[in-house]
């Protein structure tokens, strides 16, 4: 039976982690509105801006631009984007990701296995370790997540298609959908998708489109923009949801911790009535002895 200052221990480590988890549960309350927001924003122009660009594609020559241009078998690796949060204590959040990312690699069958671009320390910690070929790594973006980051990883993604390096670019991260579910998405980013091929279908006839400029030039500066869009709408969903699981993560914390400390000072309490009625048989004892 452990002694009373033991218990005693016990119970004010669990009180300091309990105090611990409330406030990261706060914190990430708090940061969590303005992640929301920021996704809710981003969402209606990304959403549009695909749903116009695969319309162009389909009536859009494949040679006009090299992001169009599909390679051929052989040619090049495929280029798996891993978004991972660069912190722990969220639950099964990084998990369900590096999960996902796994079976997409084991799925895979191009000769020389799938390249890795890592954003986030938790899916650069776990794919090094294992030996994974990365070319690319970005931590410690989620502090003050910006558009230039976004632009960052997308130009190094597009220099890697672009080049040939790169057969196909895909992203895996974890999709926002409400404060308590988050669901891991697997998208395809490079080459840019056709409508007709991913099995999209728009309401109406098929628009007409009179290119002016030319075609050329216009998608040389629209193409690169949808890369970081898309880019930038994963990066801010995979940072809603960090928030979002860390939240309900340290809610349930807080929540077993108060349970532990309630059967903590149950038992507390029975070993401090069994001690003194000992002492009392003690004395007892020694009166009657005597």
Do not use: W
């Not at 296995?113 to 994974?132: H, I, N, S």
């Not at 801010?236 to 400390?261: G, I, K």
């Amino acid at each position: 039976m452990p002694s009373l200052i033991d218990l005693r221990r016990r119970i004010r480590a669990v009180k300091s982690t309990q105090q611990i988890t409330k406030a990261m549960k706060m914190i990430a309350a708090s940061r969590l509105k303005r992640a929301q927001d920021r996704v809710v924003g981003a969402r209606p122009f990304s959403d549009r801006m695909r749903a116009v660009l695969r319309g162009l594609v389909d009536s859009a020559d494949p040679a006009t631009h090299p992001l169009f241009r599909v390679p051929e078998p052989g040619e090049g690796r495929p280029l798996l984007v891993v978004i991972t949060a660069d912190r722990g204590l969220c639950g099964s959040f990084n998990a369900n990701v590096i999960k996902a990312a796994g079976q997409a690699i084991l799925a895979d069958t191009t000769p020389g296995g799938v390249t890795l671009g890592l954003v986030g320390r938790k899916g650069r910690d776990f794919f090094k370790r294992r030996g994974f070929d990365v070319v690319l790594e970005r931590t410690g973006i989620f502090q003050r997540l910006s558009f230039v980051d976004a632009q960052d990883i997308a130009d190094a993604l597009i220099e890697e298609f672009t080049s040939g390096r790169a057969s196909s670019v895909q992203l895996v991260y974890n999709e926002f959908r409400s404060v308590i579910s988050q669901r891991v998405v697997v998208e395809p980013l490079l080459p840019i998708p056709r409508a007709s091929l991913a099995g999209e279908a728009f309401a109406g006839p098929a628009a007409d489109y009179l290119f002016e400029p030319q075609p050329r030039d216009i998608f040389r500066d629209l193409l690169p923009r949808h890369v970081q869009v898309q880019v930038y709408r994963a990066l801010l969903e995979s940072n809603a949801a960090f928030f979002a699981a860390q939240m309900t993560a340290m809610d349930a914390a807080t929540r077993n911790s108060a349970e532990m400390l309630e059967n903590l000072t149950l038992y507390m309490n029975k070993v401090r009535q069994a001690n003194i009625t000992r002492e009392i048989i003690e004395v007892v004892s020694g009166a009657a002895a005597t």
